[in-house]
């Protein structure tokens, strides 16, 4: 399951379908920091992230390009993975196993 954790507001999603349709697409779930209380790097995002999808930490990975929001999502368990180009996703998921 992918979902899509943003620091935005409805309105600003209006905007993406349009313009990366890749996103809505990919993401089985939006959730968004105006609708959940909180806001990345705070750890309760997270949380409410994972409780609203029925998961353990243990069993999600979160991707970031920001420093402070891997550490948020570290705080609750989840293995965090800092995206430093386009190679890092790909190369994580070619780790590992099948």
């Given amino acids: 399951r992918v979902v899509v954790l943003s620091n935005t507001n409805r309105l600003h999603t209006t905007y993406w379908p349009t313009n990366y349709p ?3 697409a990919a993401a089985d779930q939006v959730y968004l920091s105006q609708e959940l209380g909180a806001r990345k790097p ?9 409780d609203a999808e029925g998961f353990d930490a243990s ?3 979160f991707f970031d390009d920001n ?3 891997i550490k948020g999502a570290q705080a609750v368990g989840i293995t965090s993975i ?3 180009d386009k ?3 790909p190369d994580y998921f070619a780790k590992q196993p099948c």
Avoid: F, G, M, R
Avoid at 42 to 50: F, G, S
């Fill in 22 to 24: 890749e996103v809505h």
């Fill in 42 to 50: 705070e750890p309760a995002i997270y949380q409410k992230v994972l």
């Fill in 59 to 61: 069993d999600a990975v």
């Fill in 67 to 69: 420093a402070d929001n």
């Fill in 82 to 84: 800092q995206v430093t």
């Fill in 87 to 89: 190679s890092t996703l």
